[in-house]
């Protein structure tokens, strides 16, 4: 379900935001330095890609458990480079669609 998909990873894009941070502000500088700071915590292994198998283990660390499939599809969504994977770009506009999609929610 895509709208349960969205749900579990607005909790765990919000989770990753609060860790060291307050609050997210509307300034650019400090929204980027979130962005990559929560790039990093899922890019554990430093490649500078975000591969489904990293937010499959992100979401798992959560409790929170994807099909593959769900989450490949979501990846090749936002892949601007055909890799199967998040670059930080990527990654940043993943993150933009969901925080719009959760301020239309409230």
Same mark, same amino acid.
Not at 4 to 25: C, G, P, Y
Not at 29 to 34: D, G, I, S
Not at 44 to 59: C, N, P, S
């Given at each position: 379900?895509?709208?349960?998909l969205?749900?579990?990873?607005?909790?765990?894009?919000?989770?990753?935001?609060?860790?060291?941070?307050t609050?997210?502000?509307?300034?650019?500088?400090?929204?980027?330095?979130?962005?990559?700071y929560?790039?990093?915590?899922?890019? %554990?292994?430093?490649?500078?890609?975000?591969?489904?198998?990293?937010?499959?283990?992100?979401?798992?660390?959560m409790?929170?458990?994807v099909?593959?499939? !769900?989450l490949?599809?979501?990846?090749?969504?936002? !892949?601007?480079?055909?890799?199967?994977?998040?670059?930080?770009?990527d990654?940043?506009?993943?993150?933009r669609?969901?925080? %719009?999609?959760?301020?239309?929610l409230?």
């Amino acid at each position: 379900n895509h709208a349960l998909l969205r749900s579990e990873f607005s909790e765990f894009f919000h989770w990753i935001a609060m860790q060291d941070r307050t609050q997210v502000s509307n300034d650019r500088a400090q929204n980027a330095e979130v962005t990559e700071y929560m790039f990093s915590l899922v890019d %554990k292994e430093g490649t500078g890609r975000v591969t489904v198998d990293a937010l499959r283990r992100a979401l798992a660390c959560m409790g929170t458990f994807v099909r593959y499939e !769900d989450l490949l599809r979501m990846v090749v969504n936002y !892949d601007s480079t055909g890799t199967g994977s998040l670059n930080l770009t990527d990654f940043a506009r993943l993150l933009r669609e969901f925080n %719009k999609f959760n301020k239309w929610l409230m």
